[in-house]
């Protein structure tokens, strides 16, 4: 979805974040991308590949494949951003960043296109409830799942879709504080933020 050599993706539908330190070390970075999908919806362009690969037929491997199982993938329609490709240095995880990087993200891709739904797809554990998944990363919906099957390097996956509107993003920047819910490892104060 984020890889540029996969096509799809450009400057005018695509960002990403990063955070650096004070040595310039990149400690975290996380995308996002606009789909406009007016007549279809992520349930259609997932199950079809779509949402992967700009030419499934020619890109995907044979038997690769996908399953919407959830209420959620067939209302994500018009203009919809997703957001992924979270990472932080195993220095910040846990840490502040954890909570801030998914916020600024949104906010940024709110002020950018406006779009009707926002979306993240989480990899399907334990710890993927809805109560971890609002405190840490400010996601109010969570709704299992939907799965890529024989995946090129990474076998079967499944997925939570993790989902808000633009006034429930509104909402979890006005009620967000950056200490509350976090980890109590703190993070280094050297730590900044830049948009690339």
């Keep these: 979805m984020f890889d540029s050599s996969l096509g799809g993706i450009t400057s005018q539908n695509g960002f990403w974040l990063r955070g650096i330190d004070g040595t310039?070390?990149?400690?975290?970075?996380?995308?996002?991308?606009?789909?406009?999908?007016?007549?279809?919806?992520?349930?259609?362009?997932?199950?079809?590949?779509?949402?992967?690969?700009?030419?499934?037929?020619?890109?995907?491997?044979?038997?690769?494949?996908?399953?919407?199982?959830?209420?959620?993938?067939?209302?994500?329609?018009?203009?919809?951003?997703?957001?992924?490709?979270?990472?932080l240095h195993p220095d910040h995880r846990g840490g502040l960043l954890?909570?801030?990087?998914?916020?600024?993200?949104?906010?940024?891709?709110l002020t950018r296109w406006y779009p009707e739904f926002m979306f993240g797809l989480a990899k399907v554990r334990p710890s993927v409830n809805a109560r971890n998944v609002k405190r840490l990363y400010g996601w109010p919906n969570v709704d299992k799942s939907v799965q890529w099957n024989n995946t090129r390097h990474y076998g079967d996956l499944d997925f939570a879709v993790v989902s808000m509107t633009p006034e429930e993003v509104l909402a979890d920047l006005a009620e967000f504080k950056p200490q509350a819910g976090v980890p109590a490892r703190a993070e280094s104060s050297r730590t900044n933020k830049e948009a690339a």
């Design 98 to 109: 954890t909570s801030v990087l998914p916020r600024a993200t949104r906010a940024y891709a």
């Design 24 to 87: 310039g070390r990149v400690v975290a970075t996380q995308a996002a991308r606009l789909y406009f999908w007016p007549d279809t919806s992520f349930a259609e362009e997932w199950e079809d590949l779509r949402f992967i690969y700009p030419e499934p037929e020619l890109q995907a491997q044979p038997g690769e494949h996908c399953i919407a199982d959830c209420a959620v993938a067939t209302k994500l329609r018009g203009r919809v951003c997703h957001t992924g490709a979270l990472w």
